[in-house]
């Protein structure tokens, strides 16, 4: 995950809530290997910034291709059933 500064600074301006707009990683997942998903979430939310950040506020999250079936992917995507799962 990220170690960017911008982390610290969003969470001192104490904010309600972020509304995420996808690509919460950027692993390009694609097959379908649900624990590969899960590890890519959990890198960032175990990055220490990022999570110190997201420890303060409610988080409103929309996936993205890079979060659920990869790069580029479609709803018909031969990854879909992990990316449902995830």
Do not use: C
Request: proline share 2%; charged share 25%; glycine share 6%.
């Amino acid at each position: 995950g990220s170690t960017s500064e911008v982390f610290r600074f969003i969470a001192e301006e104490e904010p309600l809530l972020m509304l995420h707009l996808g690509n919460f990683h950027y692993r390009d997942i694609s097959t379908n290997d649900l624990e590969a998903r899960l590890r890519a979430v959990a890198m960032v939310l175990n990055s220490e910034k990022q999570r110190a950040m997201y420890a303060t506020m409610a988080l409103v999250y929309m996936w993205d291709d890079h979060d659920w079936l990869g790069p580029t992917s479609g709803a018909h995507s031969e990854t879909e059933v992990a990316g449902r799962a995830t």
